[in-house]
């Protein structure tokens, strides 16, 4: 059976950021960075992040359909 997947691509120009650098936010004072990254890594199946410091940023979500 083949799934429906529903695929969003976000690809931007800024300053990129380097991944292996990032930790999730304390959700007890969600003021700082990463709140984003953890939010779609909560309501996706898939996130994947292609960032590259002073090039850009390109996040590919996805999410099986039932």
Known sequence: V???TFVCEVTDCG???DLN???EPDLNDPKGNGL???IMKS???EVH???IPGKGT???LK???E
């Open 49 to 51: 992040v292609d960032a």
């Open 58 to 60: 390109k996040i590919v």
């Open 63 to 65: 999410k099986f359909l």
């Open 21 to 23: 650098e990032y930790n």
């Open 43 to 45: 309501l996706m199946d």
């Open 36 to 38: 984003g990254i953890f």
């Open 2 to 4: 083949m799934e429906e």
């Open 15 to 17: 300053n990129g950021f």
